[in-house]
């Protein structure tokens, strides 16, 4: 099966926490925590790169009823997508929003928002507007939208979505999630699109089912985003637009307190330390817990268009004091699968160093296997070149003994014909001074001065 290609910050979780260096950003972020889609931008369940892989590679669409589905098969089970289920998953109520507006009405509200920009086309820059819109819409794009490139531009369906949430008009987000997913069956170049999402849906219908491992990385907005909407664009002139007084929920003096702790988002860990290519986005290292950990009373019915309504987070589950709390169940959903997901990093971990390890065995054991044939070989060369050895050596000893008894042999029968020539016809046949004996014409010879000098003794 092919490997998807990924998108870093595609379908990312949003940052909604007020801290001290970004108080010029509390009314927006308090505005989204109130909202109908905090839930969407703040997900963050455990996503298994190979179930998302799986459903976008076996992925179809399938009209039944007149009613459109994604159809795919997850580990080896069928998965059905449409639009209501993604209205059920992710707690949007939207069944009777819009999901267009016309072109005048966009520009006119984009208008009062402070854009800069040219107003003929459908299309918006996100620099030029001012730092809470801006923030605004750059949640959207990386968030929700469908988009995986030029995340500076803002469309037409992000920015009708954005008209909607600021003027309190019900728009269909399940629609907008739904149909980027049909156009992106037809894409050519497929990627990773809405892994939370999906992973929210395969949560919801693939129940009983073992996740593998293989976590994909999800990646969060982190304070880092804050600086970067702060900066001036190039054409913008540094105007600042207030939020529409729609968005601004004043408490009541009774519920102030209440409302001010209630309205707190919840944090999303973020390490200190970010690479620069990195900028605003990090992996998410402690993944939220999935729908199925969730208690629908944490969502009040209704709280799409009632944004001062107040969050049921807080809420006791008992009647009686020191009840536990739907905050307390969810800080301890949040713990439990935080230390799932380390057992799971850590046994990835070990099963890497393993894998690694053996792949640095194993030219270490091929090498010393041929270093032992080697070593036989040479001790068997050596063992024969040490035989032959002897044997020459023992030959060698044995030529020379048998050289020694010739010489010895030719001695003795030289000695023993002296003898016999000696006791015969001493001075005759052997000359003692060149120690060899004489020839026949020698021994002549040597007879006749022998006799002349006997003749001349005796005269």
């Not at 008209?163 to 739904?178: D, P, V």
């Not at 024969?384 to 000893?397: A, D, F, P, V, Y």
Request: with cysteine; proline share 5%; net charge positive.
């Amino acid at each position: 099966m092919a490997v998807l290609e990924s998108c870093p910050k595609h379908n990312m979780v949003a940052y909604l926490e007020k801290t001290d260096g970004n108080t010029e950003f509390h009314e927006i972020i308090s505005f989204l925590t109130r909202s109908s889609i905090h839930y969407a931008l703040t997900v963050s369940p455990v996503v298994s790169t190979t179930f998302v892989e799986q459903f976008w590679m076996s992925a179809k669409s399938k009209i039944i009823n007149n009613v459109r589905y994604i159809t795919a098969k997850v580990a080896g089970k069928p998965v059905s997508i449409s639009e209501a289920s993604i209205r059920s998953d992710l707690l949007f109520d939207d069944a009777d929003g819009i999901d267009s507006l016309p072109n005048q009405a966009i520009f006119d509200a984009i208008q009062l928002m402070g854009y800069e920009g040219d107003l003929t086309v459908l299309t918006f820059n996100k620099a030029l507007f001012s730092p809470q819109w801006r923030f605004l819409f750059h949640t959207m794009n990386h968030c929700i939208s469908s988009k995986s490139t030029s995340w500076d531009q803002i469309p037409t369906n992000i920015a009708t979505a954005v008209i909607c949430l600021t003027t309190n008009q019900k728009y269909n987000f399940s629609k907008l999630i739904f149909d980027g997913m049909m156009r992106h069956l037809d894409a050519k170049k497929k990627f990773v699109m809405y892994p939370r999402f999906i992973s929210v849906f395969l949560d919801t219908q693939l129940k009983n089912v073992p996740v593998p491992l293989d976590h994909f990385p999800i990646n969060a907005l982190t304070s880092k985003v804050f600086s970067f909407m702060v900066k001036k664009g190039k054409h913008f002139s540094g105007n600042v637009t207030p939020l529409f007084d729609s968005m601004l929920v004043q408490p009541t003096e009774d519920e102030g307190d209440t409302l001010e702790r209630q309205s707190e988002p919840q944090p999303i860990p973020s390490p200190p330390h970010l690479s620069e290519d990195q900028h605003e986005t990090q992996t998410d290292p402690s993944p939220r817990p999935s729908p199925t950990t969730h208690i629908p009373d944490s969502i009040p019915e209704g709280s799409g268009g009632n944004h001062g309504g107040q969050s049921s987070s807080d809420r006791s589950l008992s009647g009686n004091e020191g009840g536990m709390t739907l905050q307390s169940v969810y800080d301890l959903c949040i713990s439990l699968c935080t230390q799932v997901t380390d057992q799971a990093k850590e046994i990835k971990h070990l099963k890497a160093q393993i894998k690694k390890l053996k792949k640095k065995a194993k030219p270490v054991i091929t090498h010393h296997k041929a270093w032992m044939k080697s070593v036989s070989m040479k001790q068997r060369l050596a063992g024969k070149k040490s035989l032959k050895k002897q044997w020459m050596q023992k030959e060698s000893e044995t030529l020379n003994a048998i050289s020694r008894n010739e010489h010895l042999y030719q001695q003795k029968r030289h000695l023993v014909v002296f003898n016999n020539s000696q006791q015969s016809s001493p001075k005759l046949g052997f000359d003692s001074v060149n120690s060899k004996f004489l020839d026949r014409s020698s021994r002549s010879k040597r007879i006749e001065e022998q006799q002349k000098q006997s003749k001349q003794q005796l005269a």
